[in-house]
């Protein structure tokens, strides 16, 4: 939106919100529980972004804090399958409108004491303003300077950290902004999949340990069935993505589903909007009953199963490379050497040693192996 559209948008929703009650009736299906402090989480973002941001209220684990998330719609599984699991409110981002009515009504009756802002359109920031609570957020575009008096700035466009590394930052410049909420230790508890990645192998350092998300999959032994596979024995491949980072080329994608599949069943799943990926590679193994394509044919739940019980996982720069990680799954991951796209940034949070990330200056990642690649979705651990 320009900034004239947003200018606009701002004297609709304030004519909008000038005459809605404070007791105005809550139809939103989040439970907020009576405790010391409540701080809402934002993040309207696409499935990566958001498991890359949930573990950062990890700071408020041992403390007398509620924290709910405010999340884009059809979101919601990820919360609900998280280790510990999130309270959510979800929100659709292609409803401006109604979605800020929603927002205003349930900050407001919820009594919100503060807002960590982490992403999301001009409209959410403005409502989180004019519905009062204190916001903390990172300080880049224009309303941010204009709207908020507390915020970081944080160059993210030429990555020295990981993407949960500056969401933890935020998170700690608003634990010291807001001195009354006191946490117990400000360091990131321990817990099993806490990793510190090796620089020579997992594409970029960490300044610091990470714990990922951690996800777990509601059972569900009977997918596998139906599609006549075992646990633990086919491959997946993700070929698609929405376009945030360059990708593969589809030739490659399918020479090596063509290895992999004289081993194990190689399962290839995405959606319509991979389309460009998913075609060919239907059309070359429409008839071969090693290569199953899922098509739009997985909700969230069963993808996740789906990728828990793998032998191993391969995808590019995605929403899935994350869930693969997160679930605990063996994943080989494709990531790009450009600065804002770098595995530096956005390399998925796993178990240690599952996580395999090769990267490549070349566009289409031409310098990225078929044979490495099908070795390392071979060789496990």
Not at 108 to 115: A, P, S
Request: overall charge positive.
């Amino acid at each position: 939106m320009s900034t004239h559209g947003e200018l606009e948008g701002l004297v609709v929703l304030s004519n909008l919100f000038s005459g809605l009650d404070r007791d105005f009736e809550l139809s939103a299906d989040a439970d907020i529980k009576q405790d010391h402090s409540k701080i809402a989480m934002v993040r309207i973002d696409k499935i990566g972004d958001l498991v890359v941001t949930l573990p950062s209220d990890q700071l408020f684990f041992e403390t007398k804090t509620s924290v709910t998330w405010i999340i884009s719609q059809g979101l919601s599984t990820i919360c609900k399958r998280a280790v510990p699991q999130r309270a959510f409110f979800e929100l659709n981002p292609l409803s401006p409108f109604n979605s800020a009515l929603k927002l205003y009504t349930f900050i407001r009756k919820n009594n919100f004491d503060k807002v960590i802002f982490f992403y999301g359109p001009f409209w959410v920031a403005f409502v989180l303003w004019l519905s009062g609570p204190e916001v903390v957020l990172r300080k880049s575009q224009w309303w941010s300077f204009l709207l908020f008096k507390n915020g970081l700035r944080q160059k993210r466009s030429q990555p020295q950290k990981h993407e949960l590394e500056y969401n933890i930052d935020l998170v700690t410049y608003a634990n010291k902004i807001w001195s009354r909420i006191k946490s117990k230790n400000e360091t990131l508890p321990q817990n099993e999949i806490l990793i510190k990645v090796n620089p020579s192998d997992q594409g970029g350092a960490l300044s610091r340990d990470l714990s990922g998300l951690r996800l777990q999959p509601i059972p569900a032994r009977q997918w596998l069935e139906q599609l006549g596979l075992q646990t633990q024995n086919y491959f997946i491949v993700h070929p698609g993505m929405r376009g945030s980072a360059l990708n593969w080329t589809i030739d490659n994608y399918i020479k090596t589903i063509s290895e992999l599949k004289k081993s194990q069943p190689v399962i290839v799943t995405g959606t319509g909007n991979d389309s460009l990926w998913l075609n060919p590679i239907e059309k070359k193994f429409h008839a071969d009953p090693n290569v199953i394509v899922l098509k739009d044919k997985l909700n969230l739940d069963e993808l996740l199963y789906m990728l828990k019980n793998s032998y191993s996982v391969l995808a590019p720069s995605t929403g899935v490379a994350h869930l693969a990680a997160a679930v605990g799954a063996r994943l080989v991951a494709l990531y790009p050497e450009r600065v804002a796209q770098s595995a530096t940034r956005w390399r998925p949070l796993g178990r240690p040693n599952y996580v395999r990330v090769l990267t490549s200056p070349a566009e289409g990642l031409l310098t990225v192996q078929v044979d490495e690649v099908v070795k390392q979705m071979r060789n496990g651990d």
